[in-house]
């Protein structure tokens, strides 16, 4: 007798703080037989499964010798086999699915299987990771528009695919996964025109007890973020709305009652912050 057909639903985790995960994606991994979860999925979320669900990590952690990703191709098959297997399989994907997630990828091989899934949305550290240090991406009297852009790009692609000079003239552009080449990412934006003195900022691990922010200019971010010790996970900005943070951060200050009652159930906000 054939198994019952399974389903996939590519959950969006959120940036970090678990009760940013939405509605849904609560209601799936509460119902899930099968979770895959990705590193940067917060690991309280998992304490929401069945006590009987099958809890697989499947990370990826770059280029690190010592903690092998688990290759695209071995998630993709994970997820079809459960399906077809007639389990409720749960993606758990930090931030959105579809924001450089590799949701995409995932969802067309599941059509090529013949697996049937959903996509559940997720707030995206390109949003909220800037929100949480005080910095909206748009504002009417600054920034009309926004570009998120993948500083790391698939090597496969032969080259970057960045029309840097087109992006020097966006008024917010926020970069996910561009810590390492953030120099060359400057570079490439001040050779486009941008102004050396607009302002930038780098939020690493935003929305999370272990969130902390740097701040600079375009010409100066790298070298602050390398004087602060900062790495990857961070998110960075660059755009005039980055000098509203002076006024509007408040995710790093004690005394918002949301904060303190964040950091006594130890999910939030971590030491004062440049």
């Known amino acids: ?7 996939v639903s ?10 940013l995960l939405t509605v849904k994606g609560l209601r799936r ?19 929401e499964c069945r006590l009987d669900a099958e809890l697989v ?6 280029d690190n010798p010592l903690h092998p990703s688990v290759p695209q191709e071995a998630i993709n098959a994970l997820l079809i086999a459960k399906a077809r297997a007639g389990k409720q399989v749960v993606r758990l994907k930090g931030g959105d699915p579809f924001v450089f997630g590799r949701g995409g ?22 949003v909220a990771a800037p929100a949480y240090a005080g910095i909206p991406v748009t504002h009417r009297r600054l920034s009309a528009s926004v570009a998120i852009v993948a500083g790391h790009e698939d090597p496969l692609k032969g080259g970057s695919s960045h029309d840097w000079g087109a992006l020097a003239r966006v008024d917010t552009l926020v970069v996910l996964m561009g810590m390492g080449r953030l ?30 922010t740097v701040t600079g200019t375009l010409a100066t971010i790298a070298a602050e973020v390398r ?32 904060v303190a009652e964040a950091v006594g159930a130890g999910r939030a906000a971590g030491p004062l912050t440049p």
């Open 1 to 7: 007798m054939p198994n019952p057909p399974g389903f």
């Open 105 to 126: 990828e995932e969802a067309l091989e599941l059509v090529r299987a013949g697996v049937p899934f959903e996509v559940v949305p997720g707030v995206s550290s390109a």
């Open 57 to 62: 990590f499947v990370g990826k952690h770059g």
């Open 29 to 47: 991994l509460q119902r899930a037989d099968v979770v895959a979860y990705d590193r940067l999925a917060n690991p309280v979320l998992l304490k």
């Open 227 to 258: 004087r602060a010790g900062l790495t990857a996970p961070a998110t960075v900005i660059v755009g005039e709305v980055v000098q509203l943070r002076d006024e509007l951060r408040w995710f790093d200050l004690p005394f918002h009652p949301e």
């Open 183 to 212: 120099e060359a990412i400057t570079a490439a934006l001040l050779a486009g025109g941008r102004a050396p003195h607009t302002p930038a900022a780098a939020v690493r691990w935003g929305t999370t007890a272990e969130q902390r």
């Open 10 to 19: 590519l959950v969006g985790a959120g940036p970090g703080d678990p009760e």
